[in-house]
């Protein structure tokens, strides 16, 4: 009966274990991406080194039209999370302000967990409006201090 029980716990912690760690095989994880309806081509940019877990942190969104040209004056709103944990971001990162032209600065961003994780973007210009998705996998296993 104890065995049996231990054999269930193993099995069930082997599973929890795996499904934590699964990241989809197919996972797009470019960080240029043409936006849902085609409107815009849109760059991310890492911060310089890669942020501990839990560290707030900045990236840099680069705007441009399907042929290159920069679009300055976006208003751009953030979302994202976690689709494997049902979860959104931890924080609320805003778009501040336009640091070139074309380029934006996103604040307030910070990872609490290892996996993948959604950026999404909802651009908004005089052009139109346009939505893009992100996928980041978060791999560093470095609290903050
Ligand atoms: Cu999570």
């Known amino acids: 009966m ?12 082997a599973a929890s274990l795996s499904a934590c760690s699964t990241v989809p095989p197919a996972l797009d994880l470019s960080l240029t991406q043409s936006s849902v309806d085609k409107k815009f081509v849109v760059e991310l940019q890492p911060p310089a080194t890669t942020p501990a877990i839990n560290q707030m942190h900045s990236w840099r969104v680069r ?14 709103e953030v979302d994202g999370g976690m ?15 336009e640091v070139a032209e074309g380029v934006y600065l996103l604040e307030g961003m910070k990872f609490s967990m290892t996996g993948w994780w959604e950026i999404r973007l909802t651009i908004q210009t005089p052009e139109g409006i346009d939505k893009v998705t992100f996928n980041t ?5 470095v609290a903050v201090r």
């Not at 104890?2 to 912690?13: N, Q, T």
């Not at 689709?83 to 302000?97: A, E, F, I, K, S």
């Open 83 to 97: 689709p494997q944990h049902g979860h959104g971001l931890p924080t609320h990162p805003q778009v501040t302000r």
């Open 63 to 76: 705007l441009a039209s399907p042929n290159g040209q920069p679009i300055t004056h976006a208003h751009i």
């Open 2 to 13: 104890i065995r049996a029980i231990a054999y269930s716990l193993v099995l069930f912690l």
């Open 137 to 141: 996998v978060v791999n560093n296993t």
